[in-house]
């Protein structure tokens, strides 16, 4: 008894399967050593014909017998007798369940008493129909499938129908459907049944996806089987008794059929193997060799976020703007990017801006391509990457939580920054970071500017102000922990101290994007701005269920997991910033890449440029490393957080200098207007347009496609003056003074009350040495006194101390 329970409560090995949102099949798993793929089904969906063969052909008397045949236990010992000790034949069906589940196929008399023995407690402890429905699920059906539903799917491609609770009716439960005719074909039925009937007894030699002489001898044994149970006088719903007339009709059909190997697949690979990943650490306990095990073996049913029509695309858009000739908008060029740029590889996500789902996941431009520049097995959206100037408005958005604002004005000037070095060191020593070109604009630039054209001296002048402590628990709490996971290779690279910070391992050029953040990460940082400074995780996973419909884990959309990482008033801020169109033109020129002004042409006619106010808005920033080895676009609307890398796997440069808006750019241009709703046609007739429109409602893509204004914020306009020297006619130098009226968003109740200096003014009026110049830090030059082109201070505490910005 103690061996009938452990045999009768065994967990089978079940094949795993990956869907999209839509029901769509991504990738089935399953463990080769456990014999091959195995999806269980209940015997209600079992038909009565494929019982019928099944019990006919194996064990005439199933439904009487007490689990064993006294004549087959009788051939049994006659064969034990003859051939020396051997003991074949003679199993019942409840014989091979035991036989199946015990995994003993020794031919002894011993384990045949035993199996009979086994088998008459079987039979005692559970119904008939029970021990049936056992056979179905464990016997061998094809030399890579375990149990009658994965051959009737690789033999006739017939696949579960579930509901999006995951209530399935399974694919034996459709033998009799004719896809052609799409009615109900009894013959058809009789046909498979019999072929699979014969299955178990030779798994491998009756395997008719093997070859011609394979389906040969199946067909002789579907033969036996018809004829068995025509001498079991059993009678086909719809078609009446098995006669020899029937018999031949069946085999004819059969003859006729074509029989493909199962091939795995995988749809979506690299968003696959994500889920693949997290879903072995959970199960391992964060063990993911003993979590995989279980992964492939556990028949977990797991609905995720993607959207296969999505992804299609996405993967297009990919191919197309990589690989064939284009139009590069800002050298007025047309190349094909990957030959141009040596630009071999790329990756793409799609996020939810409100919930966090992963609605679209490319890895690379090829998975299968094992190429070092491309190495496609590697997914590069979850790969760790210096993100440049994207990582900018991070630290801008943390210094509007200090005090500043978009209208700051952050003089781009050289400036020479201790970066964690002592007092006293020399200027050469300092850090001085350049522009892009290795060049300074050498002007007064606002927040806005700065951000809108990637200067880079103001950047560092912001996380300066706002502390580089204080930008990293941003990042965190934005989702951005691969931080972290770069300081700590520092540390094993021995170029930081063990016991130091992150902050004091990246220092000042945090802000510039030098410390590696995957694209996965830094895209679910964007969807806190698009979601007005509320981070949701990123989320690929909707349900699981087991093979038997219990739903194990859902996602509730509708009440994601958020935590508020700034007000909405900061992240509109920023939002407004990166929205700015006009504000591009200084290094972008009237390349529109970055915005829908081609779609949406009201955009440019905006009065102020402060004020997203578009049809469609969306809100963008791009990223080059100075090495050219990263290129980076990403952006967001209200519903949608769309982020792009380029460059190459194995971290060769590129070449040829592309910039966000020739490398990335393209790709992000056509995903998030797609996503945006414009129709799929009008955005690049180079691109293939899936076989189902986006459906925006389905994807929960329901916001408006305009960024609301939060209350709490105002409009402060304030004038600065600036001296510059030039050179008059006579080539005499003399001052030139220019007074700005800068016009931009603050905090409600925090407009400047005191006209700005910009001309000389070092620490006599206004800086009292806090950072605090009598407005909450806004003096309409944020304390920036132009002296002696040089910055006196760092503090990564938060605290703007004394003489922090010294510029000519």
Known sequence: MPRLQEIANLRISQTTRIYDRNGVLLTEAYDPNEGGRRIPVAYKDVPKVMQDAMTSAEDPSFWTNSGVDPQGITRAATSY????????????????VIKNMTGDDQQTLDRKVTEAALSIGLTQQYPKWKVLEMYFNVAGFASQDMGVEAAVEEFFGLQPICDIKFNCKPGISQLNYNAKTKKQDPLLGLARASLLAGMPQNPNSYDPTLGESHKKLALARQDYVLNQMMRSNVSVEGLGPVT???????????????FKRYQAFKKAPHFTDWIINQVALILGNGNYTTGLGLFKTGGFNIRTSIDSNLETYVENAVKRHLTQYELQAFYGITVIPKSYYNLNDAAVVVMNAKTGEVLAMDGSLDYYDNAAVTSGQINMATTRRQPGSTFKPIVYATAFEMGLNPGTVLPDFQ????????????SEAAYHPTDYGNTYN??????????ANSFNVPAIKAISFAGVDNVVNTARRMGITDLDASAKDLKANGQCKQDSSVADCVHLTLALGSVEVSPLQMVSAYQTFADQGKHVPPQGILDIWDNYGHNLYHFDAAHPQESQVFTPQVSYMM??????????SFEFQNVHTLSFWDWDGTCSTLPWSGLPRCIHDVAAKTGTTDDFKDNWTIGYTPNVVVGVWTGNANN???????????GAGPIWQSVISYMTGRPCAQIDPNIACPSKP???KALNLTQPDTFAQPSGLEKACSNFTSTTQVKDKHGKTKDKTTTTTNCDWVLQGQAPVQTGNNNGDNNNNGDNNNGDNNNNGDNNNNGDNNNNNNDNGNNNNGNHNGNNDNNN
Request: net charge positive.
């Open 81 to 96: 007798i003859s051939h020396q000790g051997v003991a074949g034949g003679g199993s019942t069906l409840t014989q091979q």
């Open 415 to 426: 400036t020479f920054f201790p970066n964690g070095g002592g007092a006293g060191m020399s």
């Open 694 to 696: 986006l459906d925006r």
């Open 652 to 662: 060769v440069a590129m070449v040829n200098k592309p910039t966000g808006i020739t």
């Open 244 to 258: 020899p007339k029937v018999i031949q009709d069946a085999e004819a059909l059969t003859a006729k059929m074509t």
């Open 442 to 451: 050498n002007q007064n630039s606002t927040i806005r500017m700065a951000t």
């Open 575 to 584: 939002t407004s910033v990166l929205t700015d169109q006009k504000a591009r």
